[in-house]
């Protein structure tokens, strides 16, 4: 299809926005990607709040977001910024809103900008489904035009910015009645307000569109940009083009915290920076703030004007379609491809010898007493070798690659196989039915390679670029291998070097995510020498995770706490991480509020969610199964209902 939803498929271009103002900052229209983060602490407590406000600052934020539950909160916004003022930060201030036009109304006559959720600031949630005929519904716009319009007017009159940030998790019922629980449904969701902001002449707005889940968040922003870009092609008022297209804010809402919440941000933040998309960005760490900050910098520092990515042909349509995910379609060569979830391999080739105890990085632990094997959830699918020897036997469900040279015997076996250069491949002799390896980049890619893999059920293509950026370049070889109709399972291959561990995390969890989420990709190999093996095993499984490609263990849905926030987030989430990381596969959200907890944890099987101070309630599901549970005895009851719904195994003591 058209590329529609960006400028460039193959090289990097910022998609131009209009220029929005938040006070002194300048958001969009070609100004650097704004970094931002939000308070934890209590509105009210202007003292905590002021403190909180400037360890972001100083830590990089360049907005600062306050939630203002009420019209009390609304109101001490004033103190906060004045103390904020008299100790010399003028760093512009957000308030964010839910539930309360009021407390929005007083906020906007304060502060620089105001963040409201379209799906609760005139309604409330009850997870009614409904049928509504046209006249029913034109008649719930009108009645939501008549709650938002007093607030546009007055961010109008004192010139304050505002974003209408959509989330997944918090859709209303009527859209959720009319569009279901989609992509759609959240352009949709912002459009309503947008429209009628649009209609009193104001045009001041960030957009966002925020989910837990990395997949839905991308293509919501796409669907999001290909809807402004269809509005601003029909444009016939004196409006420019690009007065249309409003600056867009990236978050992954409910990350988690740690190198899990690291990844899965930069998973859904980085797919779309890679195609120019995004003005300001905030990452949503179950962490202290100040400590979102220096992970949002190095994503965005990524992305500057001078920007050096591969010359790549550009192409004028894409084989995948952006807002809905579909796997490429490959035929299976042993565990790789067709319906298989992608495999991981491991780079083994620097090691001078390779001994049992080299295979614990990757998952296997060798009993010599038992003379046996210990698999973990995370143990690697291959080992590449190079031309290191391996002189025991490896567990069976192991396999080994080595690299091709006619030079020396290798018989390849059940486990054992080689790997091609693209030259050696073409120019085999002999051809064979046994699984290989075929090491491509795109100077590598001709019709004669092309014809060979076509013709070859039994060849998994490595695909490997020599680029830092180097993404794009990947992509378009997998566009011209779809568009040639050639089959063969791919993995990807990433060589990282100078990284430190959380740039290593967040660029490696951005160029292998921005082709997973595609469907793009059957394995990945992730080479950075410099860092320890376990530590890139792990993240290569979280990776995978993240794209919710392949499960390898627990996962969490932890929203990153606010002044909202009912008990200790961090705490809560540390204890319930302790008891349950063990439990492969199962989805527990730990959420701090009602405000998006029962639906942005819409697929998880589990929730525990802040409902009055020290009070949780227990979701199995969608359902609540019990309410106003002390804080003191709510892990437990949390273990308790997993148990009873036959989810729980215990831990192992190997």
Same mark, same amino acid.
């Given at each position: 299809?058209?590329?529609?939803y960006?400028?460039s498929l193959t090289?990097y271009s910022?998609?131009?926005t209009?220029e929005?103002?938040a006070?002194?900052?300048?958001?969009g229209?070609g100004h650097?990607?704004r970094?931002?983060?939000m308070?934890t602490?209590?509105t009210?407590?202007?003292a905590?709040?002021?403190?909180?406000?400037i360890?972001m600052?100083e830590a990089?934020?360049e907005l600062?977001?306050?939630?203002?539950?009420?019209?009390h909160e609304?109101?001490n916004?004033?103190?906060v910024?004045k103390?904020?003022k008299?100790?010399g930060?003028?760093?512009?201030?957000?308030?964010d809103?839910?539930?309360t036009?009021?407390a929005?109304e007083v906020a906007a006559?304060i502060v620089?900008?105001v963040?409201?959720n379209?799906?609760?600031?005139a309604?409330k949630?009850?997870?009614?489904?409904?049928e509504?005929?046209d006249?029913?519904y034109?008649a719930e716009l009108?009645r939501i035009r008549?709650?938002f319009?007093?607030?546009?007017?007055?961010?109008?009159e004192y010139?304050?910015?505002?974003r209408?940030?959509?989330?997944?998790g918090s859709?209303?019922?009527?859209i959720?009645?009319r569009?279901?629980?989609?992509p759609?449904g959240?352009?949709?969701s912002?459009f309503?307000?947008l429209t009628i902001?649009e209609e009193?002449g104001?045009h001041?707005?960030?957009l +966002?569109?925020?989910?837990s889940?990395p997949?839905?968040m991308v293509? =919501?922003?796409r !669907?999001?940009?290909?809807?402004m870009? #269809? $509005?601003?092609?029909r444009?016939?008022?004196p409006?420019?083009?690009?007065?249309?297209?409003?600056?867009?804010?990236?978050?992954v809402?409910?990350?988690?915290?740690?190198?899990?919440?690291r990844?899965?941000?930069?998973?859904?933040?980085?797919a779309?920076?890679e195609d120019g998309l995004?003005?300001?960005?905030r990452? +949503?760490?179950?962490e202290?703030p100040e400590?979102e900050l220096p992970v =949002?910098?190095? !994503?965005?520092?990524?992305?500057?004007? #001078? $920007?050096?990515?591969?010359?790549?042909?550009?192409?004028?349509?894409s084989p995948?379609?952006?807002?809905?995910?579909s796997?490429?379609?490959?035929?299976?060569?042993?565990?790789n491809?067709?319906n298989?979830?992608?495999?991981?391999?491991?780079?083994f080739?620097?090691e001078?010898t390779i001994?049992?105890e080299?295979l614990?990085?990757a998952?296997?632990r060798?009993?010599a007493?038992?003379?046996k094997?210990?698999i973990?959830d995370?143990?690697?699918d291959?080992l590449?070798?190079?031309?290191?020897?391996?002189?025991?036997?490896?567990?069976?469900t192991?396999?080994?690659?080595r690299?091709?040279?006619?030079r020396?015997?290798?018989?390849?076996d059940e486990?054992?196989?080689?790997?091609?250069?693209a030259?050696?491949y073409v120019?085999?002799q002999?051809k064979?039915?046994r699984?290989?390896?075929v090491?491509?980049r795109?100077?590598?890619i001709?019709?004669?390679?092309?014809?060979?893999?076509?013709?070859?059920?039994s060849?998994v293509?490595?695909l490997?670029?020599?680029?830092?950026?180097g993404?794009?370049e990947?992509?378009?070889v997998?566009?011209?291998?779809?568009?040639?109709q050639?089959?063969n399972?791919v993995?990807?291959?990433r060589?990282?070097?100078n990284?430190v561990?959380?740039?290593?995390?967040?660029?490696?969890?951005t160029?292998?995510?921005?082709?997973?989420?595609?469907g793009l990709?059957?394995?990945?190999?992730l080479?950075?020498?410099?860092?320890?093996?376990?530590a890139?095993n792990?993240l290569?499984?979280g990776?995978?995770?993240g794209?919710?490609?392949?499960?390898?263990?627990t996962e969490?849905?932890?929203c990153?706490?606010?002044?909202r926030t009912?008990f200790?987030l961090?705490e809560?989430?540390?204890?319930?991480?302790a008891?349950?990381?063990?439990?492969?596969?199962?989805?527990i959200a730990i959420m701090?509020?009602?405000?998006n907890?029962?639906?942005e944890?819409?697929d998880?099987?589990y929730?525990?969610?802040g409902?009055g101070v020290?009070?949780?309630?227990l979701?199995?599901?969608k359902?609540v199964?019990?309410?106003?549970?002390?804080?003191?005895?709510a892990?437990?009851?949390l273990?308790?209902?997993?148990?009873?719904?036959?989810?729980w195994?215990e831990?192992?003591?190997?």
């Amino acid at each position: 299809m058209s590329v529609n939803y960006c400028n460039s498929l193959t090289s990097y271009s910022r998609l131009q926005t209009r220029e929005v103002n938040a006070g002194h900052l300048c958001i969009g229209g070609g100004h650097p990607i704004r970094i931002q983060s939000m308070t934890t602490t209590d509105t009210m407590d202007t003292a905590a709040t002021v403190a909180q406000s400037i360890r972001m600052i100083e830590a990089g934020a360049e907005l600062v977001r306050i939630t203002a539950p009420s019209i009390h909160e609304a109101n001490n916004l004033a103190a906060v910024k004045k103390e904020l003022k008299a100790r010399g930060y003028d760093t512009p201030l957000v308030a964010d809103i839910h539930f309360t036009p009021n407390a929005a109304e007083v906020a906007a006559r304060i502060v620089e900008k105001v963040r409201v959720n379209p799906g609760n600031y005139a309604d409330k949630k009850k997870f009614q489904v409904m049928e509504y005929s046209d006249a029913e519904y034109e008649a719930e716009l009108d009645r939501i035009r008549g709650k938002f319009l007093p607030l546009v007017k007055i961010c109008k009159e004192y010139g304050t910015a505002m974003r209408i940030g959509t989330n997944h998790g918090s859709l209303s019922d009527r859209i959720m009645s009319r569009y279901g629980d989609t992509p759609l449904g959240m352009v949709e969701s912002a459009f309503e307000f947008l429209t009628i902001a649009e209609e009193e002449g104001y045009h001041n707005i960030v957009l +966002s569109m925020k989910s837990s889940n990395p997949q839905v968040m991308v293509q =919501a922003y796409r !669907l999001l940009v290909h809807k402004m870009l #269809e $509005r601003a092609d029909r444009l016939t008022s004196p409006l420019r083009k690009t007065d249309l297209i409003y600056p867009l804010h990236l978050g992954v809402t409910e990350a988690g915290d740690g190198e899990d919440g690291r990844i899965k941000s930069a998973i859904g933040i980085g797919a779309l920076l890679e195609d120019g998309l995004g003005d300001t960005i905030r990452v +949503s760490l179950t962490e202290d703030p100040e400590l979102e900050l220096p992970v =949002a910098r190095m !994503l965005a520092n990524r992305y500057t004007t #001078e $920007r050096k990515v591969p010359k790549i042909a550009r192409i004028s349509k894409s084989p995948v379609h952006p807002f809905t995910y579909s796997r490429r379609q490959t035929h299976p060569v042993e565990n790789n491809g067709a319906n298989q979830v992608p495999v991981v391999v491991m780079d083994f080739s620097q090691e001078k010898t390779i001994t049992p105890e080299t295979l614990l990085a990757a998952g296997y632990r060798y009993d010599a007493g038992t003379d046996k094997w210990n698999i973990s959830d995370m143990a690697a699918d291959y080992l590449f070798t190079g031309s290191t020897e391996i002189s025991f036997p490896v567990p069976g469900t192991l396999g080994v690659i080595r690299q091709y040279d006619e030079r020396k015997n290798m018989i390849p076996d059940e486990r054992n196989f080689y790997a091609f250069n693209a030259s050696q491949y073409v120019n085999r002799q002999q051809k064979d039915g046994r699984l290989k390896f075929v090491m491509v980049r795109i100077d590598d890619i001709s019709d004669e390679l092309i014809d060979q893999l076509k013709d070859d059920a039994s060849a998994v293509v490595i695909l490997d670029t020599a680029h830092f950026n180097g993404m794009m370049e990947q992509r378009r070889v997998f566009f011209d291998l779809i568009s040639e109709q050639v089959e063969n399972p791919v993995i990807i291959r990433r060589s990282f070097e100078n990284l430190v561990p959380d740039e290593l995390t967040l660029y490696a969890a951005t160029d292998f995510g921005a082709l997973l989420l595609d469907g793009l990709g059957d394995g990945i190999w992730l080479h950075a020498p410099q860092h320890l093996a376990n530590a890139i095993n792990r993240l290569c499984f979280g990776i995978l995770q993240g794209t919710r490609l392949r499960i390898s263990k627990t996962e969490y849905i932890s929203c990153p706490s606010c002044g909202r926030t009912l008990f200790d987030l961090q705490e809560t989430t540390a204890a319930i991480r302790a008891r349950t990381n063990h439990l492969k596969g199962i989805k527990i959200a730990i959420m701090g509020c009602i405000v998006n907890g029962p639906g942005e944890m819409a697929d998880a099987d589990y929730g525990y969610v802040g409902s009055g101070v020290g009070k949780i309630t227990l979701y199995k599901g969608k359902e609540v199964v019990k309410r106003a549970v002390e804080s003191t005895v709510a892990v437990e009851e949390l273990i308790a209902l997993i148990k009873e719904n036959g989810d729980w195994v215990e831990m192992s003591r190997e």
